[in-house]
């Protein structure tokens, strides 16, 4: 095998595998948050044992997201040395921005979140929920804005730069705002959160279904549907919506990966159907076994029945991306979006009745849905990311003058061999498959033990304040004295 | 937008080097405490109660640490993308390592205490003593191969392999900062424990220093033999002594601040110990950031590997407005969990 697909290969697992944990942290984030603004309106302490039971499990995804993240962080530079050069001024820009401004307001007010409960006060802590929340935003906003840039770049030139007498091409910032807000930033950034809160809300949904299930916490797990099936239903249209303007604006900026998703091969001057599924044959280019809906693909791209799109046949060959795999999992992540907008909708008016909790049928439904958000999530950005081949970066036209762009096979590290990503993707499949062994045990164990009942909360907080009062009394402080304090 | 467009290409390009020594001194004081807590915990630690103290005084905060680390890698990426593209594809076997041992840590972190049995704990007890040992030599092991110089061939293009960068002195460099991030650990853990722990820690203290000053030694003489060019800046700029020797000061403050019952002041001390040799490397490499063994002009310098300077201007306003929110909530962070550390239910 070559260097080209092995690195390619490892950036997809390692990629996939990182997607796991943040859209759920993303999610399950605004979920905490809500059960904790419950509580400091309420005061009642059954959404205290929600938020923290939450927190615990958001722990333990977090960490895992952070474990996995640090890898993509210098992947660039370890696989795709030239890519990075290439893109440096701009990507590396963005990855900046996302250290300084979202992975320190994570990290450091992740620690009042999961250790802070005892130590901080209601408000402080759901100040430092709501800080963890926005640093996970503000992550998402840079990575996605980044990933944009190389879809539909704006914003930039490019400069040959002399490298010992050879000519190297790089792109340099010409208008920060204009590369930040390029074509597709703000639909694809508002389509990946909406996705991710999607999954959390049906991740909450899922683990309280669990228990009314099995009979346990029923007074937790009704308050937190109370939150997550209203919120399921307002995120799964917000992701129907914005997903179709993201796929509207394709036809301008990336019509061989709208033609590529929708396996529409030939161009003409009569209106294009759409395939609700299918087997494209891109030898042959047909489609088998398809089913197609006259005008259909016409009235979703244009808003009119008769407008022709055009089909991958106007591309040149050379840059056509593959047609199977965007299709299928773009045609899978629109069936698992609508199956879950039905599911959250149909529990929402059972639970609005009160017939949910006997409904068995769709409690069990709800139990499994978030590995379907999961599997949409991640269907989605194989679509994106399939869908721009041959390009990394695309090429582009900015105020009339034509700039290159890069392909993927362009991207490689020069000194890094074959044998080298293949040991490498020999050591990320071992260990991440263990924490993927280790993460579901964990996950499972957390939720068999689930959050602890109002009686086992009180007493907690009793014994909290009565050893406070204790040290108190003792004269000495049981927070102690602080770091540069000296100890006597 | 851009206030910082008015200085000079060059003047910004020295802003971003001295930046990422910045960003690097940042890291190996945090994390090389939580490192050093990593290395020293199997020894300190008699018993699961005083492990979990042990793991608990870094709790809260190593995650943040390690940010240093991403957030130099992006800066870099920013500021000097040939630097960024060579330095991680080069050190492409070594790197991954790396990564391994910092997943190994995060994660034996997050499980070791989420499930109650021994071979369990003792299980991720082991991962996390040989992945924080391993990432201290590791780190040690880079800069003592960017220190000499590497085998970079025309157009960024590395020749070597992770043998070559097995030599002697990145080795010996590599134990130097391992003992240090053992020292400093160490003075930390001192800081936050009590009691029994606290004496146990106590005495891991100064055989761990007499050690550093041999590496110390070792390090000074070989890097004054082996590596010529780290001594140009110092007999061009002879100001420049001032380091050292304040390094030389602050290295035998160390015990006398333990002596004095002074353990804060012992700690800030092994901090500016860490900063003295993050400047006397930055002094080393300037203006390279890795020199080329093969030919010098295949070199990558600040020059040849900076991006243009409009984008080191938006990074500079971008940092001007990130790095002081990032030391506000770094510091409230720090002082909701001063003292003693304490175990209790959403403790690890």
């Given at each position: 095998m070559d260097v080209e697909l092995l690195s390619r290969l490892q950036f997809a697992g390692t990629i996939m595998f990182h997607y796991l944990f943040p859209p759920l942290s993303i999610g399950l984030g605004l979920q905490l948050f809500l059960c904790e603004l419950a509580y400091n309106r309420t005061k009642n302490l059954a959404w205290e044992a929600a938020a923290r039971f939450w927190t615990r499990v958001f722990a333990v995804n977090f960490g895992l997201g952070v474990a996995t993240g640090i890898v993509m962080e210098f992947e660039f530079g370890t696989n795709w040395a030239a890519y990075s050069r290439f893109v440096g001024d701009v990507f590396g820009s963005a990855l900046a921005a996302e250290g300084i401004f979202a992975f320190f307001l994570e990290s450091g007010f992740l620690a009042v979140l999961v250790f802070g409960w005892d130590r901080v006060s209601p408000k402080v802590h759901l100040f430092s929920t709501a800080m963890v929340f926005l640093g996970s935003v503000f992550s998402a906003v840079w990575i996605v804005v980044a990933n944009s840039w190389q879809q539909t770049p704006a914003g930039y030139h490019i400069v040959w730069h002399d490298v010992q007498g050879v000519l190297e091409p790089r792109a340099e910032i010409t208008d920060f705002w204009g590369m930040v807000l390029n074509p597709s930033s703000v639909d694809r950034l508002t389509h990946t959160l909406v996705g991710a809160l999607v999954l959390g809300a049906f991740f909450v949904s899922s683990v309280s279904a669990y228990y009314l299930l099995k009979q346990r916490h029923h007074d937790v797990a009704r308050r937190c549907l109370s939150i997550s099936l209203p919120s399921a239903v307002v995120f799964t249209v917000l992701a129907a919506v914005s997903g179709h303007d993201s796929a509207q604006k394709l036809v301008h900026t990336q019509p061989a990966k709208l033609a590529a998703i929708e396996a529409h091969f030939q161009s003409s001057d009569e209106p294009s159907g759409l395939y609700l599924f299918g087997w494209p044959d891109v030898e042959s280019e047909v489609v088998h076994f398809g089913v197609k809906i006259p005008r259909m693909l016409s009235f979703l791209v244009y808003s009119n029945f008769n407008?022709?799109?055009?089909?991958?046949?106007?591309?040149?060959?050379?840059?056509?991306?593959?047609?199977?795999?965007?299709?299928?999992?773009?045609?899978?992540?629109?069936?698992?979006?609508?199956?879950?907008?039905?599911?959250?909708?149909?529990?929402?008016?059972?639970?609005?009745?009160?017939?949910l909790e006997s409904s068995h049928w769709l409690l069990w439904a709800l139990v499994l849905s978030p590995v379907a958000a999961m599997a949409a999530n991640q269907a989605g950005w194989i679509t994106a990311e399939v869908g721009r081949q041959p390009w990394v970066v695309y090429p582009s036209v900015q105020d009339g003058v034509e700039m290159i762009g890069l392909r993927t096979s362009e991207g490689l590290s020069e000194s890094v061999t074959a044998q080298q990503v293949l040991s490498s993707i020999i050591m990320f499949g071992v260990i991440y498959s263990l924490l993927f062994a280790v993460w579901i045990y964990v996950l499972n164990a957390k939720i068999q033990h689930g959050p602890e009942t109002v009686d086992q909360l009180r007493q907690h907080k009793d014994d909290q304040l009565e050893s406070f009062r204790e040290s108190i009394s003792h004269g000495g402080s049981s927070l102690g004295g602080s770091l540069m304090e000296d100890a006597t | 937008?851009?206030?910082?467009?008015?200085?000079?290409?060059?003047?910004?390009?020295?802003?971003?080097?001295?930046?990422?020594?910045?960003?690097?001194?940042?890291?190996?004081?945090?994390?090389?405490?939580?490192?050093?807590?990593?290395?020293?915990?199997?020894?300190?630690?008699?018993?699961?109660?005083?492990?979990?103290?042990?793991?608990?005084?870094?709790?809260?905060?190593?995650?943040?640490?390690?940010?240093?680390?991403?957030?130099?890698?992006?800066?870099?990426?920013?500021?000097?993308?040939?630097?960024?593209?060579?330095?991680?594809?080069?050190?492409?076997?070594?790197?991954?390592?790396?990564?391994?041992?910092?997943?190994?840590?995060?994660?034996?972190?997050?499980?070791?205490?989420?499930?109650?049995?021994?071979?369990?704990?003792?299980?991720?007890?082991?991962?996390?003593?040989?992945?924080?040992?391993?990432?201290?030599?590791?780190?040690?092991?880079?800069?003592?191969?960017?220190?000499?110089?590497?085998?970079?061939?025309?157009?960024?293009?590395?020749?070597?392999s992770l043998w070559s960068q097995l030599h002697w002195y990145p080795l010996l460099v590599g134990l130097t900062t391992t003992t240090l991030f053992a020292l400093h650990g160490s003075i930390f853990l001192y800081l936050k424990t009590e009691d029994e722990l606290q004496q146990r820690v106590r005495r891991f203290i100064m055989p761990l220093f007499c050690v550093f000053v041999a590496f110390y030694v070792a390090i000074t003489m070989s890097t004054w033999i082996h590596v010529p060019h780290s001594r140009v800046y110092l007999n061009l700029h002879p100001w420049l002594w001032i380091v050292p020797v304040l390094n030389v000061f602050a290295i035998l403050n160390i015990p006398r601040a333990m002596h004095l019952g002074r353990p804060g002041y012992a700690f800030f001390t092994s901090s500016s110990v860490i900063v003295a040799f993050a400047c006397l490397f930055t002094v080393a490499i300037f203006p390279n950031l890795m020199l080329s063994t093969v030919d010098p002009n295949f070199s990558i310098t600040l020059w040849n590997a900076r991006s243009s300077h409009r984008t080191q201007a938006i990074m500079l306003v971008v940092a001007a407005i990130g790095l002081p929110c990032v030391l506000s909530y770094t510091s409230i962070v720090y002082w909701i969990f001063r003292g003693k550390v304490k175990l209790d239910s959403s403790s690890y």
């Open positions: 407008d022709p799109v055009p089909g991958l046949d106007q591309i040149p060959a050379k840059d056509r991306p593959p047609v199977w795999l965007p299709f299928q999992m773009f045609h899978l992540m629109v069936t698992l979006g609508s199956a879950l907008l039905l599911l959250a909708s149909v529990s929402t008016v059972f639970w609005w009745r009160g017939k | 937008m851009i206030a910082f467009m008015f200085l000079g290409h060059d003047a910004l390009t020295l802003i971003w080097f001295g930046l990422l020594g910045v960003l690097i001194c940042g890291y190996a004081i945090l994390d090389g405490f939580d490192l050093g807590v990593g290395i020293l915990h199997p020894f300190v630690a008699r018993d699961n109660q005083q492990r979990r103290l042990v793991m608990n005084s870094i709790g809260p905060l190593w995650d943040g640490n390690e940010v240093w680390l991403v957030t130099f890698g992006g800066a870099l990426f920013a500021a000097f993308p040939v630097a960024y593209a060579t330095v991680f594809s080069s050190f492409y076997a070594a790197f991954h390592l790396l990564l391994m041992c910092l997943i190994g840590r995060a994660v034996s972190l997050e499980f070791r205490s989420k499930v109650h049995s021994v071979p369990w704990r003792r299980f991720w007890d082991t991962l996390f003593f040989l992945s924080s040992i391993s990432a201290a030599m590791l780190l040690g092991i880079a800069a003592g191969n960017i220190l000499s110089g590497m085998e970079l061939g025309p157009r960024h293009v590395y020749q070597g």
